[in-house]
Nanobody, 116 residues
Framework: VQLQASGGGLVQAGDSLRLSCAAS????????MAWFRQAPGKEREFVAS????????KYRDSVKGRFTISRDNAKNMVYLKMDSLKPEDSAIYYC??????????WGQGTQVTVSS
């Protein structure tokens, strides 16, 4: 299984970014997918998840109303649209598979830096 995240960059507070995660080596439509992030010196934290069908979506409280997770099962892709970015959103963002309550198959991540 390979997960390749992309789309990160350096932006200013209030800007938007869309992260993409390309999945291969799995039956993508069978897996839930999630985004996590890790800032320097901090533990990795859950950001958002989407069920295999796309019908069940969850967000951490601090990103609700600003981030949108979506998936395209035909393309084996999962996305994270991030609006109204804040400096505290700066982190390496990782995508992961979700099977039951287990997250795994972490990709290499993409850096998001938000300047104030």
């Amino acid at each position: 299984v390979q997960l390749q995240a992309s789309g990160g960059g350096l932006v200013q507070a209030g800007d938007s970014l869309r992260l993409s995660c390309a999945a291969s080596g799995l039956v993508f439509r069978n897996y839930g997918m999630a985004w996590f992030r890790q800032a320097p010196g901090k533990e990795r934290e859950f950001v958002a998840s989407v069920s295999s069908s796309g019908n069940n979506i969850k967000y951490r409280d601090s990103v609700k109303g600003r981030f949108t997770i979506s998936r395209d099962n035909a393309k084996n892709m999962v996305y994270l649209k991030m609006d109204s970015l804040k400096p505290e959103d700066s982190a390496i963002y990782y995508c992961a598979t979700k099977w039951g309550s287990t997250f795994g198959n972490w990709g290499q991540g993409t850096q998001v830096t938000v300047s104030s």
